[in-house]
């Protein structure tokens, strides 16, 4: 992780660590799903999921649109699209924009900057490996797992 710090690259950062730990929560309450694409596919095509519900373990999911909202149980919102995959295009990402960031920033009650200060942090972020431009100015989302 790089040494650099501002209000925006450190709310940035939090989102992504709930992100993570949310993602990684809610997968783990659903067995045989590995993503959104999949919540996604189980609600709209195969009907076998709610559109809206709680795992045992407490996180709540919301599909809507192209995406999905997850909350925990201290009510720590975090909210992906699925956007096309500008490295492999016939594939998805799971994305997020700086209106993301503020949903979540003010679901924990922490102040917001501004959509530019966390495009320009989220680009920081991006340019030393800890997040992926999506589009650029946009949509970012996490590295791939290594």
Request: charged residues 25%; aromatic residues 6%; hydrophobic residues 40%.
């Amino acid at each position: 992780m790089n040494e650099f710090s501002s209000p925006a690259v450190d709310a940035v950062r939090r989102y992504v660590v709930a992100l993570r730990e949310i993602r990684t929560r809610l997968f783990a309450d659903l067995p045989g799903l590995a993503g959104v694409q999949d919540i996604l596919f189980a609600v709209r095509s195969q009907g076998t999921m709610a559109r809206e519900g709680r795992t045992a373990g407490g996180i709540e999911y919301s599909v809507h649109g192209v995406g999905c909202r997850m909350t925990d149980e201290r009510g720590r919102e975090v909210d992906v699209d699925l956007v096309a995959d500008p490295d492999r295009p016939a594939r998805v990402v799971e994305a997020f924009d700086a209106w993301r960031i503020k949903a979540f920033l003010s679901s924990g009650g922490h102040p917001s900057p501004a959509n530019e200060e966390l495009n320009a942090a989220c680009a920081q972020l991006a340019a030393c490996g800890e997040l992926r431009v999506v589009e650029q100015c946009r949509w970012f989302a996490l590295p791939p797992s290594s």
